[in-house]
T-cell receptor, first 109, second 112 residues
Framework: GIQVEQSPPDLILQEGANSTLRCNFS?????LQWFHQNPWGQLINLFY???GTKQNGRLSATTVATERYSLLYISSSQTTDSGVYFC???????????FGTGTRLTIIP | DAGITQSPRHKVTETGTPVTLRCHQT?????MYWYRQDPGHGLRLIHY???????DKGEVSDGYSVSRSKTEDFLLTLESATSSQTSVYFC???????????FGSGTRLTVV
């Protein structure tokens, strides 16, 4: 099946800083999603981004499918950005959404 | 926010008892999923449904069964709960199987 790896595993930043999270995947995909799991456990779908760039407020994401990676940018971090960020791709061979290992982001006031 | 609710939010049950978790959606999405999330294992698919009465197994389906008698409801049953089934259970919905997943708030289940 498709392997999905994320880096860094942990990231601690001061409020106001910018960050870049990376997602690498082992096979060609056209259906990458980014999720945020907040400290209360809620999983929020941030982006569906099979290719190109999308922006939503302080968050933006870029996927380069031909090079098998996606980046999530968070600008001017706020404490509410804390949590775990997952990328996920749908593996048509196994018919399931495969999640990366996650990046735990902690924003310090 | 997408209309998806899980019940109960928290449950403590005894080993050997049956337990049913409910997922309810108001979005009329075709696909519904049950996942469990455990430290060190991430999110793992238990069962999924691609229509009324159409369900299939995921990667960790042993000890679980599901039913979908209406588009809006997807039930997960632990036939005889074991301590290894202590976990946080998430339901998700999507219009298509390969994108646009929306997750419920989760059910924290403790089997004692």
């Amino acid at each position: 099946g498709i392997q999905v790896e994320q880096s860094p595993p942990d990231l601690i930043l001061q409020e106001g800083a910018n960050s870049t999270l990376r997602c690498n995947f082992s096979d060609s995909v056209n259906n990458l999603q980014w999720f945020h799991q907040n400290p209360w456990g809620q999983l929020i779908n941030l982006f569906y981004i099979p290719s190109g760039t999308k922006q939503n407020g302080r968050l933006s994401a870029t996927t380069v499918a031909t090079e098998r990676y996606s980046l999530l940018y968070i600008s001017s971090s706020q404490t509410t950005d804390s949590g775990v960020y997952f990328c996920a791709v749908f593996d048509f061979g196994n018919e399931k959404l495969t999640f990366g290992t996650g990046t735990r982001l902690t924003i310090i006031p | 926010d997408a209309g998806i609710t899980q019940s109960p939010r928290h449950k403590v049950t005894e080993t050997g008892t049956p337990v049913t978790l409910r997922c309810h959606q108001t979005e009329n999405h075709r696909y519904m999923y049950w996942y469990r999330q455990d430290p060190g294992h991430g999110l793992r698919l238990i069962h999924y449904s691609y229509g009324v009465k159409d369900t299939d197994k995921g990667e960790v389906s042993d000890g679980y069964s599901v039913s979908r008698s209406k588009t809006e409801d997807f039930l997960l049953t632990l036939e005889s709960a074991t301590s290894s089934q202590t976990s946080v259970y998430f339901c998700a919905i999507s219009r298509q199987e390969n994108y646009g997943y929306t997750f419920g708030s989760g059910t924290r289940l403790t089997v004692v």
